[in-house]
């Protein structure tokens, strides 16, 4: 692989990992803040980024680059509401997907399609990743502004984090 690209790819392994750390502080947030539901969805949440981190690790070591962990921040540890976590959440989410559009021009390049056919299922992924986050805040805003609408909508957000942990495991 071309350094640009091994160099590009390291960049997206501290993204992933960053994401997964900012996903464990919010769900530590909302384990004490009473939402149980919305803990357990973003404890599955960030296990998944750091699986799509090691994704990423695994594919540059065995393509002969070297996978590389970097400095990262600390995360923010309080938030206001559950309707803020998820605004957040989404802001983040649309980030990563600009990060890994770069990404994908990097490889383009470089006329290296090998990546580039590799980062297709990051694409599919953040699709997915971003609807499901304004879905979730979109409920938060419909019925979510009562104790009844925020309860409801923990109870669901540990049903969808039920469903997302039997996918991945
Ligand atoms: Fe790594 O999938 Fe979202 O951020």
Redesign the pocket.
Known sequence: MKKAVVDALNKQIA??ED??RIYLAMASWCETAGFPGAAKYLYV?SD??R???LKLMAYVNTMDGHALLSKLDQPVAAYKTLKQVFEIVLK??K???AS?NKLLEVCMKEKDYTTTNFLQW?VT??VE??ASAKEILDKIKLAGETQGGLFLIDKELAGMATAAGAATA
């Open positions: 993204i992933e994401s997964s949440h998944e980024e699986i799509h981190q983040h989410e980030f990563v997907t890994i990051y992924e953040q990743e971003e």
